[in-house]
């Protein structure tokens, strides 16, 4: 099922303008960077992560532990390449403080919540190298036009006052950011991302993600990542890796797990997620005739159109209780002067078929080339068991043939030499006889 939607979307892809709406979902999960590429109008995706986060306890104040849900909205709606999320955490936080002694306490609320839009500027395209027939090397070769990525910009606002007191950074700030994606091969995809957040604020941090992703098949991937994040206070960094599995093409689930260095410290943070997507997104597509028109529905004829109001209104009442009969025409084959109700054919009134969509054609096609295809396989291998078994009947009546001539050569062989011996035989009396008459 999996590898026949991604077949129609590799199909689509080539007569679609906007190649930001996939078949398959498309989650950024359970990595933190984020695609250049939207979701596509008419899609609304949650993509969602429970954590588990374990530091060392640091001097002064720190966060050693925190236990929480990750909720990433996702969708698009004015332009295809225009995408507006919401990123907002729900976490359990433990707050301590280490001087000479150590104090905690825990608090519960949200920890991040970021309005943003993000927009595609540039996607390159690529040679199709499958194409290629004159060289095997041509058809194989790297191409170099894949270190040029697919841009994308990030626009946000972070609604500081609404987080808990240890996570509120000065009210609302901005955040801004350059989206980057190299897809290397189709199984191999580098994403980079740079942000400058908390703008304007005592807080203001510059940060960096960058992410390998390897498809291994249809449904598993894996991914590597590597963040950096650059503070006035301290600076944080983490290294992580983790994988996904497509249950459908809706749904899909993944862990992960990141190692996290803060204040000379190394911590823990693993995750486990779920993505869902409700796709109501459609595709403009306009059908044409054989030659080349644009097919375009009948307009109903309105016969009431010219009545007054009440005369509208008992006609619409009238047809919620008359009976719907089928038109039909007479058409009279006899058109003699004579002809007293001569032979008569009923036609329907003509129906409008629309052409059936071009995925449909070809896959009727193909399913009619198959059974031919088949068929064919299944007379010829019929003809040749017929062959064989008549070559082996034949080689059978040739042996019986080689058997009987040489028994009637040995027979006749036998007949040669009795009588011969019976000459001899008779030679050798005569000359006994001979001698004794002597």
């Known amino acids: 099922m999996i590898k026949r939607l991604l077949f129609f979307f590799s199909f689509c892809s080539t007569i679609l303008v906007h190649a930001q709406y996939t078949e398959v979902i498309n989650s950024n999960r359970p990595g933190l960077s984020e695609s250049p590429y939207s979701v596509g109008s008419g899609v609304y995706q949650f993509e969602s992560n429970l954590f588990y986060r374990k530091v060392p306890t640091t001097e002064t104040f720190s966060n050693p532990q925190s236990i929480g849900l990750n909720l990433l909205f996702r969708t698009s709606f004015f332009f295809e390449k225009l995408e507006l999320n919401l990123n907002t955490s729900l976490s359990n936080d433990k707050i301590a403080f280490k001087n000479i002694f150590e104090s905690s306490y825990y608090k519960t609320g949200l920890s991040d919540l970021t309005l943003g839009a993000k927009y595609l500027v540039y996607a390159p395209t690529y040679e199709d190298k499958s194409k290629e027939i004159r060289s095997w090397k041509a058809r194989h070769s790297f191409d170099w036009k894949r270190w040029i990525p697919h841009v994308g910009i990030y626009a946000g606002l972070n609604f500081g ?54 498809n291994f098949n249809d449904y598993w991937s894996g991914f590597a990542e590597l963040q950096g994040v650059f503070e006035k206070y301290e600076n944080k960094s983490s290294i992580g890796g983790g994988a996904a599995y497509l249950l459908s093409e809706n749904i899909q689930i993944n862990a992960s797990i990141r190692a996290n260095f803060e204040r000379k410290e190394v911590g823990i943070t693993s995750g486990i997620g779920l993505s869902y997507r409700f796709d109501k997104h459609n595709d403009n597509f306009v059908e044409i005739d054989d030659y080349g028109n644009k097919i375009e529905e009948d307009k109903p004829i309105k016969y009431d159109e010219n009545r007054g109001f009440f005369g509208r ?126």
């Open 161 to 214: 006052s609404l987080l808990t007191d240890y996570y509120d950074k000065g009210g609302i700030t901005p955040k801004v950011g350059i989206l980057l994606q190299n897809e290397f091969s189709d199984k191999l995809n580098v994403i980079t991302n740079l942000y400058y957040d908390n703008i304007g604020s005592d807080y203001t941090e510059y940060s960096y993600i960058v992410t390998g992703t390897y």
């Open 313 to 438: 209104l008992f006609s619409k009442v009238k047809k919620l209780f008359k009976k719907k009969e089928k038109r039909e025409q007479k058409v009279d084959l006899d058109i003699s002067p004579n002809n007293k109700g001569g032979e008569e054919v009923r036609t329907a009134k003509p129906r409008r078929e629309r052409q059936g969509s071009l995925v449909d054609v070809i896959s009727k096609e193909d399913k009619k080339l198959k059974k031919k295809t088949a068929k064919e396989e299944k007379k010829a291998a019929k003809k040749a068991e017929k062959e064989a078994e008549k070559e082996k009947r034949r080689q059978e009546k040739e042996k019986e043939k080689e058997a009987k001539r040489k028994e009637k050569e040995r027979l006749k062989l036998e007949k040669e030499i009795k009588k011969l011996e019976e000459e001899i035989k008779k030679e050798e009396e005569k000359e006994k006889k001979e001698k004794e008459d002597q």
